[in-house]
């Protein structure tokens, strides 16, 4: 029986925009896979896999399975990430929130705003494929980051954590038996009874004073229906004119009614990432000026060594003419070989020291030099 030909598109998930895209367990089945270029979607690829790209997605929550290989995230921004592999690489990325199982350290590379955090997604079977992807669960490395350069990353803190745990993070199948599973332990740092925070959060609730509660239906009553559930809930009294914006976590749907605790604790958040931002940025710029001031200095100082090595090179020049001047001086031999004689001898009266008379041989000189010139 011939095998069955791959369709290379049921193994990606391309060019989709504010969609629900899921994988259910046995249909990628140990192969790999591709995530590019998605906007607002929410992805759930719920089987293992042997390796995986993530490039260019923007404002996605972005659910992966067990991974035996890599998984590669580039290119990416505002996304939030749980995923389980055995390699982890971000680069060229900004504002990612993992919860993540990696095998290895995981590494960074021109990735910035990066929150790492332990991995808190289930699905039926998981158990399963983490032994056929080869991975421990009992040892998560997340914490051990490894930056190539130029990035920026923090541990995520549990408070935050269990905000995000305490989410949804789970998927089942009608058609695939299980309750879904998380094999992966988390450590005291981060654990936490999800019953015991869910009646914290309804004695919150109700510890509200009643008036503030009247006081701001009241003030929601004059605002138009469409701006509470059209999206325009920008406009509502003291929340300013625009949706707060957390970098830690994707934005929510809005809520009429926060606790004062919840509100300070966001308020806290919020000031303490913006202030990371700041210094990160004062970093970057200070680096920028170091490099520039390096720049500027490497250019004078070799504007001035060429000044000098082309000074020094006119100077050669020209010595080097007065050389070659002299040498021509003296390769010029006279046509008269008398010449040659006279320019070689001392025929002068006075210039022979010696002790005989030598008038008539200087003489007899002279007069033939005569008649050679006649």
Sequence with gaps: MAKKKLNRLDFMFDGKEDERLVKKPGQINGLDFVVSNLIGCTVYICDHTSQIFVDDCKNCIIHIGPVAGSLFVRGCENITLHAASSQLRISDSTNILC????KTDPALERATNIIMGPYCFAYPLQDEHFNQAGLNPEVNKFRDVYDFGESSSRNMSPEEFRRLATESQTISFDDIEGDPVNPVRLDEEYAFDEEQVQQQEQVQEQEQEPPQKIVETQQLSNVPEEDIFGGGYSTLPGLGTQAPQL???????????ISSEEQ????????????RLRRLQDKMSEEINVKNERKLKARS??????KTFNSQ??????????EESVLLQKSEQPTNP????????????????????VT???QSLLAKRSDTKK
């Design 99 to 102: 919860c993540v199982y990696v």
């Design 247 to 257: 970098n830690l976590y994707p934005p929510q749907s809005p809520t009429l009614f």
């Design 264 to 275: 300070e604790r966001e308020n806290k958040l919020r000031e303490l990432e913006n202030d």
């Design 301 to 306: 100082e070799l504007e001035a060594w060429q």
């Design 313 to 322: 090179k006119e100077a050669r020049k020209k010595k080097n003419l007065e």
């Design 338 to 357: 008398w010449e040659v004689i006279a320019n070689n001898i001392s025929i002068k009266d006075g210039d022979y020291s010696g002790s005989r008379d």
């Design 360 to 362: 008539r041989f200087r």
